[in-house]
């Protein structure tokens, strides 16, 4: 499979403890974004990378939440201290563009179903 | 701020049958406007992407169109599949920003 894989794709925590996402990208692909959707919604941005540089991140993100992508390919994202309010789907996508573009095809993987209970 | 209205927010159609979905946008500057369809417990696959110049864009049995004038695009299934079931979601993206805005979806649900 050569798409976006995440892992896991599911997870269950107890409140209060921290969690770990992956995301593998596509090969090469120089960018990446975390969203975050919960049901019946379209996907919220949370943050964003170009090769290792974490450009943006969105208010969404507070303090408990982190993310990484050391040497530009994968990406982990870590949620301390989790809230019941955490629950959702978290998304990750990359897509191969040049520099300012904003009309690349995005490419997303299945998510992870974080549950916090 | 960049909205993304979409409507209807569901619906039920018999398979074999068209329907047409709808997207209103505030996002500005233009940049362009994509369709989105995400399965249950999946994440979205790109059907459509458009920028100002395109008026309207097929892939297979799914063809979008675009007002830019008006902000408003349009998703039309036709002959509908029972695979077809899921929710469609309209994404719009500003030029001068990396981050999308996302609609919250039409869910389609389609009926033998």
């Known amino acids: 499979d050569t798409g976006v894989s995440q892992d896991p794709r599911h997870k269950i925590t107890k409140r209060g403890q921290n969690v770990t996402f992956r995301c593998d990208p596509i090969?090469?692909?120089?960018?990446l974004y975390w969203y975050r959707q919960t049901l019946g919604q379209g996907p919220e941005f949370l943050t964003y990378?170009?090769?290792?540089?974490?450009?943006?991140k969105s208010r969404l993100l507070s303090d408990r939440f982190s993310a990484e992508r050391p040497k530009g390919s994968f990406s982990t994202l870590e949620i301390q201290r989790t809230e019941q309010g955490d629950s959702a789907m978290y998304l990750c996508?990359?897509?191969?563009?040049?520099?300012?573009?904003?009309?690349?095809?995005?490419?997303f993987g299945s998510g992870t179903q974080l549950s916090v209970l | 701020k960049n909205q993304v209205e979409q409507s209807p927010q569901s619906l039920i159609i018999l398979e074999g049958k068209n329907c047409t979905l709808q997207?209103?946008?505030?996002?500005?500057?233009?940049?362009?406007l994509r369709w989105y369809k995400q399965d249950t417990g999946r994440g979205p696959v790109s059907l459509t992407i458009?920028?100002?110049?395109?008026n309207t864009k097929s892939n297979g049995r799914y063809t979008a169109t675009l007002d830019a004038d008006t902000k408003q695009s349009s998703l039309h299934i036709t002959a509908s599949q029972l695979s077809d079931s899921a929710s469609y979601i309209c994404?719009?993206?500003?030029?001068?920003?990396?981050?999308?805005?996302f609609g919250a979806g039409t869910t389609v649900t389609v009926r033998a």
């Open positions: 090969s090469e692909h120089n960018r």
């Open positions: 997207c209103n946008y505030t996002v500005s500057p233009f940049s362009n």
């Open positions: 458009m920028t100002f110049s395109e």
């Open positions: 994404v719009v993206s500003a030029s001068n920003d990396y981050k999308l805005s």
């Open positions: 990378f170009q090769n290792e540089a974490q450009l943006e």
């Open positions: 996508a990359s897509s191969l563009a040049i520099q300012f573009a904003t009309n690349e095809k995005l490419f």
